[in-house]
């Protein structure tokens, strides 16, 4: 993984719409998602991770009160705070997870090459 996103220039792209705009994000997929990020948006730009959603139907809008998704701007936001068991988020908020019960071929490759099982 870490080789193939050195080579972030190379990914493929697709066109987003971020606030009303079309602008091109760089993505590649891995095992039942993907992983992007559209330059074009701020000095970092915006990464995404997308599963059960096709990068080319990704719409952005700029959130003005974040407190309304339950998430507090003045602290650092981790995958936890976006679990399926957060039940104070709006369902579109909501991070799936379907490889809570199962393990995806790419998962299997990277745990493997880095002896992690």
């Given at each position: ?14 066109t987003c719409v971020v606030d009303g705009r079309e602008e091109a994000m ?63 988020l709006p369902v579109e908020a909501r991070l799936p ?21």
């Amino acid at each position: 993984m870490y080789e193939l996103s050195q080579r972030w220039q190379d990914w493929p792209t697709a066109t987003c719409v971020v606030d009303g705009r079309e602008e091109a994000m760089s993505y590649q997929r891995y095992a039942w998602g993907w992983a992007g990020f559209v330059h074009a948006v701020g000095v970092a730009g915006v990464q995404l991770v997308g599963v059960g959603i096709e990068p080319e139907t990704v719409r952005l809008e700029t959130v003005r009160d974040p407190q309304k998704y339950g998430l507090d701007p003045s602290r650092r936001l981790s995958v936890s705070d976006l679990y399926d068991e957060r039940e104070n988020l709006p369902v579109e908020a909501r991070l799936p997870l379907p490889w809570a019960n199962t393990m995806h071929d790419d998962h299997r490759a990277l745990i493997e090459k880095h002896g992690l099982g």
